[in-house]
């Protein structure tokens, strides 16, 4: 896992695509991220790549991958 500080997150997050996920609970989503000033002056929230992954994800079990696989084909699809 990784985290940043508000201070050096411009630095850090400089990818065209952002996906935000939660660990071992629900973080916050893609959207109450939006509503940040700092994330939202990012290259990927400006540009509207900003995806939400459940954080079960992260788990890579038979069942949960299978889940996921479902999750992006509705996302992506």
């Known amino acids: 896992m990784f985290e940043s500080s508000l201070e050096t997150i411009g630095q850090v997050l400089t990818t065209p695509t952002v996906f935000v996920t939660g660990f071992n609970g629900p973080g916050p ?3 109450e991220l939006s509503e940040n000033p700092v994330y939202a002056g990012l290259p990927a ?6 995806y939400d992954i ?4 992260i788990r ?3 069942d949960e991958s299978m889940a996921f696989l479902d999750h992006l084909e509705e996302q992506f699809a």
């Open 45 to 50: 929230f400006q540009a509207g790549n900003v």
């Open 54 to 57: 459940p954080y079960w994800a």
């Open 29 to 31: 989503s893609a959207a």
């Open 60 to 62: 890579a079990d038979y």
